[in-house]
């Protein structure tokens, strides 16, 4: 079975930095994408950064320029490292691998979840 364990949330205060942690165990062959997703109160999941096995990267407009997404694929491990972190910023942040692929299965996982809050 596949876990997604992820690290690194916290309390910062506006313009700080947080540094998230991902890490995927398991019997994994590969892992085509990872990334992380984020939810505020009352408003829908949406992609912060994703990654792709061979380092192509995507963000959302509102991070561009102050998150970055990293990858060590030996670990089968993706980094966020947030930067200027703003309140809006606050959510829960949630990792993502798409096309994980094991002995028995091709699927996506999610992680459980981190919170990351940013006062004013």
């Known amino acids: 079975q596949v876990q997604l364990v992820e690290s690194g949330g916290g309390l910062v205060q506006a313009g700080g930095s947080l540094r998230l942690s991902c890490a995927a165990s398991?019997?994994?062959?590969?892992?085509?994408?990872m990334g992380w997703y984020r939810q505020a109160p009352g408003k829908e999941r949406e992609l912060v950064a994703r990654i792709i096995s061979g380092g192509n990267t995507k963000y959302a407009d509102s991070v561009k320029g102050r998150f970055t997404i990293s990858r060590d694929n030996a670990k089968n491990t993706v980094y966020l490292q947030m930067n200027s972190l703003k309140p809006e910023d606050t959510a829960v942040y949630y990792c993502?691998?798409?096309?994980?692929?094991?002995?028995?299965?091709?699927?996506?996982?999610w992680g459980q979840g981190t919170q990351v809050t940013v006062s004013s």
């Open positions: 398991g019997s994994i062959f590969s892992i085509n994408g």
């Open positions: 993502a691998a798409d096309r994980v692929v094991t002995i028995a299965t091709i699927k996506d996982y």
